[in-house]
C-alpha cells in the first residue's frame, strides 16, 4: 500500500493557462475525492467519484474544473483560464465505499501569477 | 446546511499538559465524525474516527474523542501532550452511511512549547 499519490506537488503557472493535476488513489478504493484547500481554511468538497461515475459536484466547481477517473483508477482535475482565485492546495482522497475513512494525498500547491 | 465549527484557532501549551480541542457539527440525522492531524510538511492524516457504537473512541498517539450528540460535540482529548503532537488538527464531519463528502472545520494549530 503506496498511499495516494498526486503529482505535481507544485505548479505555478500565469493566469489564463490550463493545469491539470492528477491523483492515484490506494489501489482497491473505489472511490476518489477532490478538495480544496486555503491559508487558514479547512478542506472544502469539490467533486467525488465511485469507481468511473462523477456522482456530486460542489458549486465550488465552477465551469473552468472539469474532473474525470476514466477506468475508475487514477484521477485528473482539470483547470482550464486559471484565475488569481484559483490559487489554493488541491488535495485527493480515496477510500471504500460505505462508512470508511478517506485517506489523503500530499496535494498540489498552484500559485496563479 | 452542514456545518463543523472548531472554536480554537490556535493554542499553545506545554509539554506534559493536558489538551482539549473543541468541535462542534450541525447535521441532520446520523452523523460520521472524524479528526485529521497535519504534521509541518506532510499531508492529512486520520487520528481517529466516529462512525456508531461506544461514543468515546481512541485513536492514535494517545489521542480520544467523545461523541456527545446532546451537545453535538466531537471534542478532542490527549491527557499528556509531546513536542511531536505541534501540528494542525482538523475536525470533519460526513453524513450517515455513505460518508460520500467531508465537511471540515478551519482547523486548530497547536503549538507544544518543550
Known amino acids: 500500500d503506496t498511499g495516494v499519490s498526486q503529482d505535481p506537488r507544485h505548479k505555478i503557472t500565469k493566469r489564463g493557462q490550463n493545469v491539470t493535476f492528477r491523483c492515484d488513489p490506494i489501489s482497491e478504493h473505489n472511490r476518489l475525492y477532490w478538495y480544496r484547500q486555503t491559508l487558514g481554511q479547512g478542506p472544502e468538497f469539490l467533486t467525488y467519484f465511485q469507481n468511473e461515475a462523477q456522482l456530486e459536484k460542489s458549486r465550488l466547481l465552477s465551469d473552468r474544473f472539469s474532473a474525470e477517473r476514466p477506468k475508475g483508477s487514477f484521477s485528473t482535475l482539470e483547470i482550464q483560464r486559471t484565475e488569481q482565485g484559483d490559487s489554493a492546495m488541491y488535495l485527493c482522497?480515496?477510500?471504500?465505499?460505505?462508512?470508511?475513512?478517506?485517506?489523503f494525498g500530499p496535494g498540489t500547491r498552484l500559485t496563479v501569477t | 446546511a452542514q456545518s463543523v465549527s472548531q472554536h480554537n484557532h490556535h493554542v499553545i501549551l506545554s509539554e506534559a499538559a493536558s489538551l482539549e480541542l473543541g468541535c462542534n457539527y450541525s447535521?441532520?440525522?446520523?452523523?460520521?465524525l472524524f479528526w485529521y492531524v497535519q504534521y509541518p510538511g506532510q499531508h492529512l492524516q486520520l487520528l481517529l474516527k466516529?462512525?456508531?457504537?461506544?461514543?468515546l473512541v481512541k485513536g492514535i498517539k494517545g489521542f480520544e474523542a467523545e461523541f456527545i450528540k446532546s451537545k453535538f460535540s466531537f471534542n478532542l482529548r490527549k491527557p499528556s501532550v509531546q513536542w511531536s503532537d505541534t501540528a494542525e488538527y482538523f475536525c470533519a464531519g460526513g453524513k450517515d452511511f455513505g460518508n460520500e463528502k467531508l465537511t471540515f472545520g478551519t482547523g486548530t494549530r497547536l503549538t507544544i512549547i518543550p
Open positions: 447535521y441532520g440525522g446520523t452523523v460520521n
Open positions: 482522497a480515496s477510500s471504500l465505499s460505505g462508512p470508511h475513512e478517506q485517506y
Open positions: 466516529y462512525f456508531s457504537g461506544d461514543p
